[in-house]
């Protein structure tokens, strides 16, 4: 992903989606995290509007015109997307995000899920490679990582989706690059926990800037719909067109 598409084609604060698009069928979250304040604005229909924690005040990554993204900071600050109903996914998921991490160990880029017994979705970027998981149960979990260790500084578009019984699946910049079919379970735990964009629980804090979040709910992204996500992310935008 180009710093230009992150730069200069993303969409002020309050663009607003076009729902006729094919690619917002089932949009269950969509966070540009371009905002102004201690909130965290969701485009989608379901209004998961996050609260900023941990910030004295927020610091955004300034692009030329609008912000890229929120810089996180490895210790202390995440955004809680709470628990509404839209986000307690029991199916198929697709779950995007574009990043540029700063330094990397095990940093939770949006995370579903607490301790054994509440383990849900998350999308992680861990200093061996970036991997998924999700669990049946709340406590057995199932992942698919990459092996290769995560490029700092340079922004990343990752897509990760579940396929109940067939698969997992990670994208990195609309190429597919990983995939686990082993023991592919048929539904996913409905975790208690609320949604965290840069943590899990009280550990795992994301360092770096984090410019976009999307969730789906029951859908699974094509292969061609990734490629056209990564090329184009904010192609769903009334502002983009």
């Known amino acids: 992903m180009s710093n230009e598409q992150v730069l200069t084609n993303k969409p002020l604060f309050g663009a607003q989606l076009d729902f006729s698009h094919p690619l917002t069928k089932r949009l269950v979250g969509c966070w540009l995290l371009n905002d102004n304040g201690y909130r965290a604005f969701d485009s989608s229909p379901y209004k998961n509007h ?39 996914i029991t199916g198929a998921i697709t779950i995007e995000a574009i990043i540029k991490l700063q330094a990397v160990v095990d940093d939770r880029i949006i995370c579903k899920g607490a301790t054994a017994g509440q383990r849900g979705w998350n999308l992680v970027a861990d200093a061996s490679g970036y991997y998924c998981q999700i669990s049946s149960d709340g406590t057995a979990q199932v992942y698919i990582q990459l092996s290769t260790s995560p490029i700092l500084n340079v922004w990343t578009h990752i897509v990760a989706t579940y396929i109940p019984s067939i698969s997992l699946n990670i994208y990195i910049d609309g190429i597919l690059k990983g995939q686990n079919t082993t023991s592919i379970p048929a539904s996913q735990y409905n975790s208690s ?27 699974v992204m094509s292969n061609s719909e990734i490629k056209q996500l990564s090329t184009n992310p904010y192609d769903m935008f009334i502002n983009n067109k």
């Open 50 to 88: 996050g609260i900023l924690n941990g910030f004295t005040s927020p610091t955004y990554s300034l692009g030329q015109r609008s912000s890229q993204g929120i810089k996180l900071n490895g210790t202390t600050t995440y955004v809680d997307c709470r628990n509404n109903d839209s986000l307690k």
């Open 193 to 219: 926990s609320n949604v965290f964009i840069g943590k899990y629980v009280t550990s795992s804090y994301f360092n770096g800037t984090i410019g976009l979040i999307r969730v789906w709910n029951n859908r």
